[in-house]
Every structure is written in structure tokens, then in C-alpha cells.
């Protein structure tokens, strides 16, 4: 089952989103488009833990038992925080069946409603292998009784809240983040759709087609392509071996008549939970959705009968070769249930054999034998048969080589013992886990909806904690060799097309800071920021230099990520497994970012770790070996990445469309680099890059958590000691317009057409800044006037919207859209409609307030995420900017006038000055072209 656990996995269960969020770039000043290409959700997993007693129980129950101290006097236990938090939920069913959770959380002035509906796509019975429960989540969007098409998503909008859904192989859930003031918003829009979806014939005409969209993107997703062939060769009975969107013929052929029917057999009231969590009077809330779902009578409801999948008796192989610049390999074994005695077990020999750079896996395939780019394991037990697995992707020429490797590590799990520094590793990692799930209101009502279907007790995560103490290095050991054997293997390949096939032997927070920032200046002239928060026993670390793309030569384009993914592959006192050890047995993480704009690294830790990660965090940044061996393992690794980046038409289209907006800036360079200019960067070129930028004039460290200032300045001069002085290093990039309009149009062997346009923009510094961030929210959404014009009265595209790039110097703003080829002309000339609609007459003033609302909520939600926010803080305050922007961004939203949008638009979105990105089907073309 999915949806408990908060650690990531890579390939599980398949879940479809119906539309995602935008995600920021690593810099934080890239506004990245949410192109929902409806991918594999990492869900993280349901399993319990009811193994014997073992010998190290004592030290890991010890370990997990053992105080951590807080920024006050009190010492408490992760236990007891987690017991404190579960402590508040309220657990009870309505007279209907509907179960019900609330959960009052005054840490954010925000709260998420959930409903969970007890149906996916293994329940499709007849309609098995339509997609049919992914086609009903899509149509509740689409009006009810009382509300038209359209309003379901805009009334949440208006609210300042967002709506989403998703569907996965045994659930569809529905789900709304908003303003704590605007709760009854969101429980009366979703408590309408999932009662009341009326299925309009004319929106399901225009909703059919936006998914075979959505089906042809998936298989322009390698990575989904390859889960596909593995579930349809794990599974030959189990209807988990169909997709869960389904299949093009099948899918097609459904009719409105057929959603009705399916509707009405599974949205019963006995087959939902509703799930609320955040700053209310639970009282209140208690009383009125009680009353308000009294309408929703029990019904009478058959349960779906699931065919047995028979025991696998032989090894299982598929190999397919594509369109791909790199090979992928995924395995797979029959696991067991979540109630199996073995379930924990086989958890924790995923997280020590593959989930980390010093994981079992990594260490031996990518570090040390290079075989591979990267690999990582996981574990699916749901209420059925489960699943252990591993992931891999590796360059093509080494296909024989590398899943020779592959196959031999596996067999190594099964006879090098494990020992209980391993055990108490991957312990302390998922106590790490558990508790940072409890960090946004959304994340704790997915972790209880998901432990009350996996268990029927919304609390088990708090079981599972007391229990993950049971399982000992023997019990790995034992369930390794018992369910890695090589007559249940399942290995499926997705390779390139110019690789000769060659089978492989069977294997043997809130609105405002809840305290003020405060700002130091370090003894060595760096700049510290700190704020203490102290709910949960975390502290959390960033630091920023300016650096990125912006400062990189045309012939050294690369060298940021190169030199920021070496700052934890060694240093002068650690090597790069100390350094991997050293996090993941403290259950801690630190990264290292670089973008556009800036470079750094960030980490988080339990509050009594802060010292030891805060020390190599420094010594990461500050003490790199820039190792031969590593820079060219390093190189390679990034040279898959831009590979993968070369498979993407999202990506090609922006890279496409940076050329023509930043003829002479660096701005017109992807992060990554290029295959040529990433080989050509030589150790010299990264010491020296190196020196230049890490100064003590160049670096905004912040800590932010479970921490007093005074200790915060105190570990932060000790660890930061040896930073060299200097000052930051002036650049500057004269202004190239670029001429426009400009227009180029790439042919790539995938289904989809991507259509691009833009403009050029304005810098981090310009107050419009806020004006486009307005204009680009109201031009993204499901309920934004492109979206119901592009998407659902035309039916032409799946995802459509608006992002930015904004840095140091002049970015951009753009359209964007996924469509057809025998689209792409109408969705262009839409896009110059709309450009033409916002010069002439700007936003209407509901467009204008659904994107303040949405923005201001958002920032709120987005607020409760700690380690964002250190980092945003970090980065501003690497680039000039005040230290308390990112707290004043609410306010300045809502001062944004009709009039300041249709100003900016009236500046930079001109008629005749607009850069034209396409991708198109390989053989198609655009009428004109």
C-alpha cells in the first residue's frame, strides 16, 4: 500500500496526479513549468514490523529511546514527540460508515482535507485495463449538480487554496491545501464532488482526449515505460499488471455511462475516509461535517473479487530497445504481504542494500566498480502480494558488464552478514524519516490516510516506530536468501536501439516567522542568519554562494553542478564514505544544489547531531579533494544526466528556447552542461573555480530549528573558522537583446508536440517581480482561462501554463504547453490571443484574485517546509536581498494593482518581440514550417 512512509522509492506502485505543482530550481529563482507528465509517484510504503525478538534490540530500541535536547530545558525522545503529535488525532465514524480523522495542528495557519476512496485500478473488474478509475478521478473536477465545470477548482483557487487527485492501483484520493479560514471551502467542494459528480457527456468528449494525451506522454517517460514492463512481467493473473491509466483501445472505447456505473458501485460512503489536518476547532469541525455528510446514504455495495497470482517458478526477462541515451534495468522478486512476519525485515534490506551513497549497492556499483550511474532497492508490501525490487540506470556500453554486477551484488546480500552498525544505520534513518513526515499538514493527513487503509489504524506509524527496533542482522541475512532467489527473479531492460541484444544468464510553518530572524556577521565577514524553531527536534541547515550558470564560460558550461556534486565525494580529513556513513548512520541528510544563479549545500539533522553536521557540512565546502578518480566518475555521472535531459521533449524545448532568449548570456546554458563542455573541464579548472568563489564575502549560511542563536553563532564560528577571506567576485554580462521574434522547431522520436513561447523578463531585484508572479499564476492552474481554453473546451493539450526565469541578471517569462502535432498551430496562435487579451486589457479581477489567494497560500504551505525556507533565506541573502523578503511576500502579492499587471504586460509581452520554441514527433510537421 502507499502513501505512509516518507522516505523516497523510486519504482512502486504506479499512482497518476491529474496535475502537479511547480517545483523551484535548485538556485530558488527559476520557476520551473508543473509539467505534469503523470509520472510515477515515489510513494513511500506500509510495512509493519513483527519479527522476534533480537539480539540488537537493546541498543536500537536504546538508540530510539534515547533523549534528544531541545532548545529549552525539557529533554524528550523522538517517541515522545511522536506520541505527542498522534496523541491529537480523533478517530470516528459517521452514522453512514464514513470514517473520519481530525487532527488540530496550530503550527500553520493552514490546513489540507483529504477524502480516500477504497477503489484504483485493480478494482476495475470488467473495465479492467480502461484506466476507468483514473477517468472518474479526472471527471469530479469536471461540475456536479450545483456547480458547473470549472468551479470545482476555481472556488479552492479563490480561496487561496490548491486542489489535486490522484489515482493509484488501490486508492484514488482527493485533496485540497488551504487557508485554515477557508476550510469549509475545501470540505464543501470536495465533499460535493465525491457525492454529487453529475459526468457532464459534453466534458467527458473534451476530458477523453486531454488523457490519450496524457497516455502518449507516458510513453515519452523512459522511466514509466520501464515500471510498465516490469509490473505486466511480475504479474500474470494480478490485475496490478495493467497500467493504471490504462490502454489507448480500451480506454477509448469507455462511455459516460460506464464512469456512472462505476461511480456509483465505489463511492459509497462505507468505502471513503475523510482525513482533516491543521488549525481548527476540531469541535466545530466535528459538528458540521457530521451534519453536512448525513446527506450521503449507506449503500449497498459488492466486493470486488481479486484472482490469486500464482506462485512464479521461473525466471522472467524482458528486453526492450528504444529512442534512450541511456539503459535502465529494473528487478524484481514476490515479497509478501504487510502482515507477513517478514515485511520489516525485507524493509530494512532495502534501505541498507540500496537507499544511500553507502548503501550496499551504491558503494560497490557506482563508487567503487563504476559500473553503473546510479541504483537504489525498495520494498512493496500491501494488503496482497508485495514486491522487492532495484532500480538501476548505467551507460549502454556497459550493458553486459553492468548487469553481471547487478546480479552479483545481489547474491552478496544473501552471504556477507550484516552487521549492526548497518541495522542501526537504516534505524535511525527511518526515525529521521518518520518524524520529518510530520513537518506539513499534508504530509501528516497522507500518513494517517495511509496507515487507516493499510491497517485500519490511522495511528500505526506510532507501532511501527515501537516495532522497527525487532529486526536483526540474522533476519536479514535470512529473508535475503529466502526471497532473492533466482528462479523468482524478474529482470527488465530499456536500452538504446544501437546496443546488440544479448539476454543475461538467469541469476544464480506560517505566514510570518514564528521568531525573528536573527542576523549575525561571522568573525571571518561571512553572513549567518538563525531562527529558532523549536516544535519538532530538527535543525536545519543551508548555505549559499552566488556562482551557477552565470558565472561560467561558454567552453566550461557545467562546471557549477560538476565542482557542487564533488563537495561531498571527499575532503583533505574524510573520504567520500565517511562522509556517506557519517550522514545516513545519524539518519541526517546534506546535499549540495547549483543553478543559475548560485551553488551551496543544505542539510538537515536530529537537534542533537547539529554539531557533527554542521562541522562536515564546512568541511564539505570548504576542504574538497577534487580527486582525479572522482572527477571522472563524477563526469560521467553527469553526463548521463545530460543524456536523460536529451530524452526529455520538456527539456529540449526550454533548452531550445534559452538559446534564443540569451543569445550572448550564459543564461542560455543548461546547468548540467554539454556533453563536450563537461568533458573538458579538468581538476585545475574546478581548484580554481573553487578558490574564486568560496570567500567569506561570497557565503550566507543560515540555521534555522531546534537550536538557540547563541549556540547556532557558536558551532557556526568553530565550524566555518577556516574560511577564506575576500570578496565577493564582481561580474557583469552587458545586455544582449536578442532579435527578435525568433523561432526554431527540433524533431524528437516521441509522441508528444511541445509548444514554447516567450519574453524577455526582469531580474530578482525588480519590484515587478511580484506583478509577474501574480500574471504567471493566473495564466497556470487547471482553473486558469489557458487551461479552460487550451485544455478544456478545445481539448488540444494535457498540461498548459505560464513559469519564469528570473536571476542576477534580466530572465524570462513563458507559455508553455504539451499537445499534438496536428495542434501546434492553434495552440501558438492561443497563446498570441492571450498575450493580446493581458497588453491590451490585463487580468480580469477574478483572475487577479485566485492568483493572490492561490500565492499567498501557497506561501504559507510552503512556509511549514523548514529547510526550504533556510535556504531561500540563505540565498537571498547571498544576492543582497533583505533578510525578512521572503516573510514579506504576502504582503507585497496583495498589494499588486489590475493596473501593475497590465502595465508589465503591456512592457514585456509584445506583439512581434516573443521567441517561438517547438518539439515535434519526429516525421510530423507544422503547417508553415
Known amino acids: ?152 477548482t476555481r472556488e479552492i483557487n479563490e480561496a487561496g487554496g490548491a486542489v489535486n487527485a490522484y489515482t493509484s492501483l488501490d486508492r484514488t484520493v482527493y485533496f485540497a491545501d488551504l487557508p485554515s479560514a477557508n476550510w469549509r471551502t475545501g470540505f464543501d467542494v470536495l465533499s460535493d464532488a465525491v457525492m454529487n459528480a453529475s459526468f457532464p457527456e459534453a466534458e467527458w468528449a473534451l476530458e477523453r482526449n486531454v488523457i490519450l494525451r496524457e497516455v502518449s506522454m507516458g510513453e515519452d517517460s523512459p522511466e514509466r515505460v520501464l515500471n510498465k514492463m516490469l509490473w505486466q512481467n511480475v504479474f500474470r493473473t494480478d490485475p496490478r499488471r495493467h497500467p493504471v491509466i490504462g490502454y489507448t483501445d480500451t480506454f477509448s472505447a469507455l462511455t459516460r455511462a460506464d464512469l456512472v456505473t462505476y461511480f456509483q458501485r465505489h463511492y459509497t460512503s462505507d468505502n471513503m475516509a475523510l482525513v482533516i489536518v491543521g488549525d481548527m476547532d476540531s469541535a466545530r469541525v466535528h459538528e458540521y461535517i457530521t451534519t453536512a455528510l448525513s446527506a450521503m446514504k449507506r449503500r449497498p455495495r459488492m466486493p470486488v473479487s481479486l484472482p490469486v497470482e500464482p506462485p512464479q517458478v521461473s525466471p522472467r526477462f524482458a528486453r526492450v530497445q528504444g529512442n534512450y541515451e541511456i539503459g535502465r534495468l529494473a528487478a524484481a522478486w514476490p515479497g509478501v504481504t504487510l502482515h507477513h512476519p517478514d515485511a520489516a525485515a525485507l524493509d530494512i534490506l532495502t534501505y541498507i542494500a540500496g537507499q544511500g551513497r553507502s548503501s550496499r549497492l551504491y558503494r560497490s556499483l557506482v563508487e567503487d566498480r563504476k559500473l553503473v550511474d546510479s541504483i537504489s532497492s525498495w520494498s512493496y508490501s500491501p494488503g496482497q502480494s508485495g514486491l522487492i525490487g532495484l532500480q538501476a540506470t548505467f551507460d549502454a556500453k556497459q550493458e553486459d558488464a553492468a548487469v553481471a554486477a547487478i546480479l552479483q551484488e545481489v547474491e552478496y546480500l544473501k552471504s556477507v552478514p550484516f552487521t549492526p552498525q548497518e541495522l542501526a544505520k537504516a534505524v535511525r534513518s527511518f526515525m529521521a524519516d518518520l518524524l520529518g513526515g510530520l513537518e506539513t499538514m499534508n504530509g501528516q493527513a497522507s500518513r494517517f490516510g495511509g496507515d487507516l487503509y493499510a491497517t485500519g489504524d490511522p495511528r500505526f506509524s506510532e507501532f511501527y516506530f515501537r516495532q522497527v527496533g525487532n529486526v536483526s542482522p540474522d533476519d536479514l541475512l535470512r529473508v535475503a536468501r529466502e526471497y532473492l532467489t533466482p528462479s523468482r527473479q524478474t529482470l527488465v531492460l530499456l536500452v538504446p536501439e544501437s546496443k546488440a541484444s544479448t539476454e543475461p544468464m538467469p541469476l544464480a510553518e506560517v505566514a510570518k516567522p514564528a521568531t525573528a530572524l536573527t542576523e549575525t556577521t561571522l568573525k571571518n565577514g561571512a553572513t549567518l542568519i538563525v531562527q529558532e524553531r523549536p516544535r519538532l527536534p530538527f535543525v536545519y541547515i543551508a548555505v549559499a554562494l552566488q556562482g551557477g550558470v552565470r558565472t561560467e564560460s561558454a567552453d566550461k558550461n557545467g562546471m557549477t553542478t560538476l565542482m557542487a556534486d564533488l563537495l561531498m565525494r571527499g575532503t583533505a580529513s574524510r573520504s567520500r564514505d565517511e562522509i556517506a556513513q557519517t550522514i545516513e548512520s545519524l539518519g541526517a541528510s546534506l546535499n549540495t544544489y547549483a543553478g543559475y544563479n548560485a551553488f551551496g549545500l543544505t542539510g538537515r539533522c536530529l537537534s542533537s547531531d547539529t554539531e557533527t553536521v554542521l562541522k562536515l557540512l564546512a568541511d564539505c565546502l570548504l576542504n574538497p579533494l577534487f580527486e582525479e578518480s572522482e572527477i571522472a566518475r563524477q563526469r560521467d555521472l553527469q553526463s548521463a544526466a545530460i543524456r536523460r535531459q536529451a530524452e526529455q521533449p520538456t527539456a529540449m524545448a526550454r533548452q531550445q528556447l534559452r538559446a534564443l532568449l540569451f543569445p550572448d548570456h550564459p543564461y542560455r546554458f543548461a546547468p548540467e552542461g554539454s556533453l563536450d563542455t563537461v568533458a573538458g573541464i579538468s581538476r585545475d579548472d574546478l581548484v580554481a573555480y573553487h578558490r574564486m568563489l568560496t570567500v567569506s ?103 498548459t501554463g505560464a513559469m519564469q526565469q528570473v536571476g542576477i541578471d534580466p530572465g524570462a517569462f513563458m507559455l508553455y504547453a504539451g499537445t499534438h502535432c496536428n495542434a501546434v498551430a492553434e495552440v501558438e496562435s492561443l497563446f498570441v490571443a492571450e498575450i493580446r487579451r493581458l497588453s491590451e486589457q490585463g487580468l480580469r479581477e477574478d483572475e487577479i484574485n485566485r492568483a493572490k489567494a492561490q500565492l499567498i497560500a501557497n506561501h504559507a504551505m510552503r512556509m511549514q517546509d523548514a529547510i526550504s525556507v533556510a535556504q531561500e533565506c540563505a540565498l537571498n541573502a547571498c544576492y543582497g536581498i533583505d533578510t525578512n523578503y521572503i516573510f514579506t511576500f504576502p504582503d507585497r502579492i496583495a498589494a499588486v494593482s489590475p493596473e501593475d499587471i497590465r502595465k508589465i504586460a503591456g512592457q514585456l509581452l509584445v506583439a512581434g518581440k516573443q521567441a517561438v520554441s517547438i518539439v515535434l514527433p519526429a516525421a510530423a510537421k507544422v503547417s508553415g514550417e
Not at 549556540?711 to 577571506?725: M, Y
Not at 500574471?775 to 492552474?781: D, I, R
Open 697 to 799: 564575502g561570497n557565503l550566507a549560511i543560515t540555521i534555522f530549528g531546534d537550536i538557540s542563536n547563541a549556540e547556532a553563532t557558536r558551532l557556526a564560528e568553530a565550524a566555518f573558522a577556516s574560511l577564506p577571506s575576500g570578496e565577493r567576485p564582481t561580474l557583469t554580462h552587458p545586455p544582449a537583446p536578442p532579435a527578435l521574434p525568433a523561432r526554431a522547431v527540433k524533431d524528437m522520436p516521441r509522441e508528444q508536440a511541445i509548444v514554447m513561447m516567450g519574453f524577455p523578463g526582469v531580474t530578482v531585484y525588480d519590484p515587478q517581480q511580484d506583478v509577474l508572479n501574480v500574471m504567471q499564476t493566473a495564466l497556470s492552474g487547471l482553473s486558469s482561462e489557458l487551461a479552460l481554453e487550451i485544455r478544456d473546451r478545445r481539448g488540444l493539450a494535457y498540461f
Open 1 to 152: 500500500m502507499l502513501a505512509s512512509w516518507g522516505r523516497p522509492i523510486r519504482i512502486v506502485a504506479p499512482t497518476l496526479f491529474i496535475t502537479m505543482t511547480s517545483t523551484r530550481a535548485s538556485d530558488g529563482l527559476t520557476n520551473r513549468p508543473p509539467l505534469p507528465t503523470s509520472p510515477l509517484n515515489p510513494q513511500p510504503l506500509e510495512t509493519p514490523m513483527h519479527s522476534p525478538l533480537p539480539f540488537p534490540l537493546a541498543a536500537l530500541t536504546l538508540m530510539m529511546l534515547s533523549p534528544i535536547a531541545y532548545a529549552g530545558d525539557d529533554m524528550n525522545t523522538p517517541l515522545d514527540v511522536l506520541r505527542r503529535e498522534y496523541d491529537k488525532i480523533e478517530r470516528f465514524t459517521l452514522p453512514n460508515g464514513m470514517e473520519c480523522i481530525l487532527k488540530t495542528d496550530q503550527s500553520a495557519p493552514v490546513i489540507s482535507v483529504q477524502f480516500w476512496v477504497g477503489c484504483g485500478s485493480m478494482h476495475e473488474e470488467q473495465f479492467l485495463g480502461c484506466g476507468i478509475s483514473h477517468a472518474v478521478e479526472h471527471m469530479l473536477f469536471k461540475g456536479t449538480a450545483t456547480r458547473a465545470p470549472g468551479d470545482v
